[in-house]
Nanobody, 125 residues
């Protein structure tokens, strides 16, 4: 399974970005998908997750109401729409896949076996 994230960049505070993550190698709908982020000097943290069917989503409190995770199983792609960006959203964003799709959506880095390379998001004030 390979994950390829893209869409990061430099944006002013209040702006928007959409991240994409294309997954190859196995049946995409079998995987729960999530976005994590890691800012310099901080631990990697859960941002948003979505179940294999797309029926359930979850968000970190810090991004609720501003970020939206979605997926297109026909395109093997998961998205993260980020609106009203703040400087504290600046980080490397990584997509991850959890093959334990019989489990509820999970939030820890250790539950996700497959990771993309990360894409840098920088929000200027």
């Amino acid at each position: 399974v390979q994950l390829q994230a893209s869409g990061g960049g430099l944006v002013q505070a209040g702006g928007s970005l959409r991240l994409s993550c294309v997954v190859s190698g196995r049946t995409f709908s079998y995987y729960h998908m999530a976005w994590f982020r890691q800012a310099p000097g901080k631990e990697r943290e859960f941002v948003a997750g979505i179940t294999g069917t797309g029926g359930t989503t979850a968000y970190a409190d810090s991004v609720k109401g501003r970020f939206t995770i979605s997926r297109d199983n026909a395109k093997n792609t998961v998205y993260l729409q980020m609106n009203s960006l703040k400087p504290e959203d600046s980080a490397v964003y990584s997509c991850a896949a959890d093959s334990s799709s019989w489990m509820p959506l999970r939030f820890g880095t250790r539950q996700y076996e497959y990771w993309g390379q990360g894409t840098l998001v920088t929000v200027s004030s």
